[in-house]
C-alpha cells in the first residue's frame, strides 16, 4: 500500500510539473481557489464527523471532543482524491484542449498537499 501511494503522488507531481511548464492555464484566483477548497474539505469533515458523533460517543470506543478533532482534520486524504483526478484526465472525460483536466489535477494534489504539509 505504501509503494502504490508513493508511486501516484509521484506520477502526480511529475503530471503537475510538466502542465507547469508547458502550459500557462494558471492563474493567481487559482490559489485563491485552492485554499477555498482545502477549508472546505476541512469542513465537510467536521460536519459529516459531527452528525454521527452522538452515536459514536455512546458506541464502541467512545469518542470524546479530542478523538472528534483528530479524527476529523487525520482522515484518509490525497491518494484517493488523486486517484480520481487521474481518471478525469486519462479517461477522455475532458478533451485536449480543454483545461479542466488539468485545473482538477491542481486543485486535488494541492488539497493533499495542504493536507501533508497543515
Known amino acids: 500500500m505504501y509503494l502504490s501511494e508513493t508511486l501516484i503522488f509521484i506520477s502526480v507531481g511529475l503530471f503537475m510539473g510538466y502542465e507547469f511548464e508547458h502550459h500557462d492555464f494558471f492563474h493567481w484566483w487559482d490559489i485563491f481557489y485552492l485554499v477555498v477548497f482545502f477549508l472546505f474539505t476541512i469542513l465537510a469533515r467536521f460536519i459529516a464527523i459531527g452528525i454521527f458523533y452522538y452515536p459514536l460517543s455512546k458506541l464502541g470506543y467512545g469518542l ?3 478523538k472528534y478533532v483528530l479524527l476529523s482534520y487525520g ?44
Do not use: C, P, Q
Open 64 to 66: 470524546n471532543w479530542k
Open 75 to 118: 482522515g484518509i486524504r490525497g491518494s484517493h482524491s488523486l486517484i480520481l483526478a487521474l481518471v478525469v484526465e486519462e479517461g477522455g472525460y475532458a478533451d485536449e484542449t480543454s483545461v479542466t483536466s488539468v485545473k482538477v489535477i491542481f486543485y486535488m494534489g494541492g488539497v493533499a498537499l495542504l493536507s501533508l504539509l497543515l
